[in-house]
Every structure is written in structure tokens, then in C-alpha cells.
């Protein structure tokens, strides 16, 4: 009987060394790292958010601190007196992955003049890692603050590179008044495919389409341009020979029913232009 005993603790002390030997070491822990749910906070207008923190990593972290920038207007400069706010301001630790939501609001002390503003929150979690997610708010005029609805009223589809296009805006208030003197801000996709004024006249750089967008309070309109080449033909009839006397021209003049074309590019004195019927060109 002692022999079987024996027989028997010896077999499950080889089979507890066999299964020891081929789970191999355990991998480690990877460490702890800190994630924001996005890279930017959008607070609007009503200048309140939240965002998710979490940690991605294979450790605990603690504890999280919350760390915010000072607000600055949209040339860069701090405005003293206002500050984002976060709830909770610190997490006492974070498990591998875990997630919190965090409040984020505005604390203004005084007033804001209108426009756009941010911030930046940097989650720290002591020395191990860190995260950081931008915070952005707009703050409204009072005439913008009424705007429900902005309507482009060209029904335009295409321009040529060097046009210049009208594009009449209409902004209109919730009970579908029209207003004036409201700031409308244009943009443009790609940016570089041309100038749109503030007064939305708009000139093509490229041939392609062009997208641009009126924007007035929180409200926007769009408009879709397919842009062509100009595809200027023609000809001149040689009348006589001048020198440029002057550094500095202009790229186009239109004097009457004569076009003064290419003189921006005859920068150095004594350039020769043959002027032709019509137009000029440089020799």
C-alpha cells in the first residue's frame, strides 16, 4: 500500500513538472497608457462638453491628473480671467481598460469678445504616460446669435480661372426675417483653387472643382464650382515698339479697349514690349 502511495505521488509530481515546463514564462505586463476618445472637444456655443479618458495599457495608473492650458483667441494671445474646467479634476487610478467621462465646461469671468477660442487638456499619469486632446469653443455676437439660416443665391455651376464670380448671400433669423450687417466668413476646398472675398466674390487659381463654404453665426450654405481653363485665342497686328521706363507695373491693365498683358514679369528696367492692336506682349 505505501509503495502505491509513493508510486502514485511520484507520477503527479512528473506530470505537475512536464506541464511546468511547457507553459514556458509568462509574458509581462505591458505598461499603462492613457488615450483621450478624441483628439479635439468641440464645446460650441453653449461652451459645455464631455470626453472619455481611458487607459489602453496592461497596468494600473495613478493617480491621473488633468492639466489645462489658458484659453487664447484666435491670433494666440491668453485671455486672463476665463478657464476650461474639468469634473473630476483627478482619477485616483485607472485600470487597464478602464474608461471615464469626464465634464468639461467654460468658467468665464466678465465677457468674451466674439470668435473662436481653445485650449488643450493633458491627462498625466505621474511620469509613466500622458495624453492630450485640444478644446475648442466659439463665442457668438449678438447678431450672429440670431441667424437660424444662410442661403447662396447664385445657381452658378462652373467659372473660368481668372473670372471673377458674384456670390450673393441671404441670412435670415428664425422667424425668416432677413438680417444686414451680419458677418458672413467664407472657406475654400482645396484651399488654394482661388481668393473668395469677404463680400463672396471668388476668382479661380485652377481649373477643377471648387467647394466653398458661407458661413454666418452657426449656420452654412455650400456651393460646388467646376472651374475651366480660360482658353483665350486670338491675335495682334504689330504697331510699334516701346521700353518700359518703370519698375514696377502691373501683371494686367485694361485701358480702354487695349490690354496691357505681361508687364509684371518685365521687372528690370529697359525690358522691350511690342504693342499690338489690342494688347501688348513682351518680346
Known sequence: MLARRLHIALAAATLLAVVSSCSGPSEPLTPPHLEFSA????LGTLHEGQIDIRNT?????GPVEFVVTLIR???GATVPGSQVV????????LNPGDTRTLGVWLSVSGSLLPGDYDAAITARGGSETSAQTAVRFLVLSDAEAGVARIDILSTQTGARMGDVVALPVEVRGAD??????VPVSWSLDPPDAGYVGSSGQFVAYDSG???????????????RLEVRERGLEGSFSLVGRAEESERY??????HGTVAYVGTWGGRPVGAVFVFGGGCVVKE
Open 86 to 93: 474639468i469634473d473630476p479634476a483627478e482619477l485616483p487610478t
Open 176 to 181: 425668416g426675417s432677413v438680417l444686414q450687417g
Open 57 to 61: 495599457g496592461g497596468q494600473a495608473v
Open 39 to 42: 483628439p479635439e472637444l468641440d
Open 73 to 75: 483667441d484666435a491670433n
Open 249 to 254: 507695373t502691373s501683371d494686367l491693365w485694361l
Open 209 to 223: 472643382m471648387a467647394t466653398l463654404v458661407a458661413r454666418a453665426g452657426l449656420a452654412s450654405d455650400t456651393i
